[in-house]
């Protein structure tokens, strides 16, 4: 039986042939999108754009001159970088604030990690008593709000002279970060596998060149992501700043735009508090984009493993 034949025969039992099933596929319209594939787009939108407004409003706010900060206008007409020259003329000392931002952010994060990452790997690898309850205690302790130990820390801080520096913001921002830290990396460490361990012990590595060696590269996708999110909660913290810190020369940013004055005692500088304020979420906005894909894979590859 020749080729000839074979297409005869299809013919005849009226199959198509492959391009002529191709052309049929490619003429069939496209299913149509229904009204409940519209309403998702449509209430992304509007989540999407309550999110996003009042960054927004703060950039459009932050290039108006003083004289036009209280237009209403979709995009400043004309634009001026006034705020953004008067938040950093000297007077503010707002550069200095977001110096003593990075060092007490920083700081408490590498700590954070440091305690978190021994604290996490107990919980998950060791067995003792009442884990799951010492466990429940540590993100128990992060749930209590600022304002509570404010007054008692002022106190205690007073008395020891740690008022206006550094370590007066620190260690309490570790008592909110420590937990974090430990939460996160306890859950992502219960899922990595024993089996490699193990194996490092067998071929003669002690359990502590197994945990350097071997579980802390597995883990650092979720180390990484404890690290962002640590840094972001100490960046943006305010109250304990606020409280413990009165000389300018130590106040971090958050605590400097607060205390903004205008050309008069009664005049607030909204231009520059927006301009400070788009100074401060830039850098955190560009840093979740770039690691955006990190803090994902930390976030979910303890459940993939």
């Not at 000297?90 to 408490?108: D, K």
Request: with cysteine; glycine share 6%.
């Amino acid at each position: 039986m020749t080729i000839s034949d074979l297409r005869n025969a299809a013919a005849d039992s009226g199959a198509p042939s492959a391009p002529t099933a191709a052309a049929a596929a490619a003429g069939q319209p496209k299913a149509k999108r229904t009204w409940r594939s519209y309403s998702v787009y449509a209430g992304l939108a509007l989540i999407f754009a309550y999110c996003l407004a009042p960054f927004y409003w703060m950039i459009v706010s932050s290039l108006r001159r003083t004289a036009d900060i209280f237009d209403n206008t979709l995009l400043p007409a004309p634009f001026s970088l006034e705020n953004y020259v008067k938040v950093f003329d000297g007077s503010t000392m707002f550069g200095q604030a977001l110096l003593n931002s990075l060092i007490v952010a920083g700081t408490t994060t590498v700590f954070a990690l440091v305690l978190g990452v021994f604290a996490a790997y107990a919980i998950s690898r060791l067995n003792f008593r009442f884990k799951s309850v010492i466990l429940g205690v540590i993100i128990a302790t992060s749930m209590f709000p600022g304002i509570s130990v404010v007054v008692p820390l002022l106190r205690l801080f007073t008395d020891i002279g740690w008022i206006n520096t550094y370590q007066a913001m620190i260690v309490p921002n570790l008592s909110f970060a420590i937990p974090l830290a430990v939460w996160n990396l306890t859950t992502f460490m219960k899922q990595l596998p024993f089996d490699l361990e193990e194996a490092a012990m067998i071929d003669g590595c002690t359990k502590w060149q197994a945990f350097r060696k071997v579980l802390l590269p597995l883990a650092a996708p979720g180390v990484f992501t404890t690290a962002i999110l640590t840094f972001i909660h100490s960046w943006n913290e305010f109250i304990i700043a606020l409280s413990m810190i009165n000389n300018p020369a130590v106040q971090t940013a958050t605590v400097a735009i607060s205390k903004f004055t205008g050309a008069t005692e009664f005049q607030a500088p909204f231009g520059e508090q927006m301009a400070a304020g788009v100074i401060v979420t830039v850098p955190l906005v560009i840093m979740v984009l770039v690691f955006q894909r990190r803090i994902v894979e930390g976030l979910t590859a303890g459940a993939g493993k």
